[in-house]
């Protein structure tokens, strides 16, 4: 699919991956909704989107309500009269406390699985009224393809994102709309800041072993422009500073 005046909506747009791939997206010529639950982060990036002569609008939306949801995409139609891009992102951070009373681990797998079962669910149903056609790309993790024994929902949320992902392959043939999957290694946004601390981060910038934000965007775009693509789990991992993707 060729980017350009294309219409995409981005989940956790306002921060990390989501807003890398907002500003991608925008330089290629997409119009962009900007849908996160921070307001303010959300309106700086568009407000960084217009200012560089690209088009793009915030939406408050959390994605665990349906509700938000069918907004952001209505709003996105109504307001561009398509919807082409869908790339479900948002997440929490927080500690994945899954056996401690306290721990909110149903929360772990609302927004990382739940809530990206539902934002594709809605927008396939979009697509395939328009029958223009589609791309949605989920955020999983690498961690969605090995376990993670400090993180063990948060790995079964990831997985769950993969092989959904994965299953949606059919969609292609059925109705041109291409679901695809992303699983990055460690990525230097403040979700990884929040679990490391800066001095680790630091360490880890210094030897090159932690990715760029913009390197996830860039999967991000090759997985929309390749009309191949359809079920595929793109993982991009890091080493000396260099990015890796494969699959
Ligand atoms: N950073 C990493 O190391 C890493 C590695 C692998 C996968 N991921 C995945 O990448 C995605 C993006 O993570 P990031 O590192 O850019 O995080 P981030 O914390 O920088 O950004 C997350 C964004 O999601 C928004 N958000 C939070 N809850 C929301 C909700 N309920 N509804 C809408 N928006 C909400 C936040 O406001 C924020 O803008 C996540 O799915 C994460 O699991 C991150």
């Not at 909506?9 to 909704?33: H, N, P």
């Not at 309106?43 to 309500?65: K, M, P």
């Not at 030897?207 to 999967?219: C, K, Q, V, W």
Request: some cysteine; overall charge negative; charged content about 20%.
């Amino acid at each position: 699919m060729k980017i350009v005046d294309k219409v995409a909506v981005v989940s956790g747009g306002g921060s990390g991956i989501g807003k890398a791939t907002v500003l991608a997206l925008a330089e290629r010529g997409a119009r962009v909704v900007v849908a996160d639950i921070d307001e303010v982060s959300g309106s700086q990036i568009v407000d960084q989107v217009l200012g560089a002569g690209g088009t793009a609008i915030c939406v408050r939306c959390d994605v665990t309500r349906t509700k938000d949801l069918v907004h952001t995409f209505t709003i996105a139609v109504e307001q561009f009269e398509r919807l082409d891009i869908v790339f479900n992102n948002a997440r929490i951070g927080g500690e994945d406390l899954f056996a401690d009373e306290s721990g909110d681990w149903a929360r772990i797998i609302d927004i990382d699985l739940t809530a990206v079962i539902d934002a594709t669910r809605i927008a396939v149903r979009l697509m395939k009224q328009a029958n223009q056609g589609g791309v949605i790309i989920n955020t999983a993790s690498l961690i969605g393809l090995w376990p993670m024994a400090s993180a063990p929902v948060y790995a079964a949320a990831k997985a769950g994102v993969v092989n959904f992902s994965r299953s949606l392959a059919y969609l292609k043939d059925e109705s041109h709309i291409r679901v695809n999957a992303i699983c990055p290694e460690l990525v230097d946004t403040a979700m990884a800041l929040g679990g490391l601390g800066e001095a680790q981060l630091q360490e880890l910038r210094s030897l090159g072993n932690i990715l760029r934000p913009e390197d996830i965007a860039a999967g991000v775009l090759k997985l929309i422009e390749d009309d191949t693509r359809a079920g595929a789990i793109m993982s991009i991992t890091v080493t000396d500073g260099r990015a890796y993707v494969t699959g």
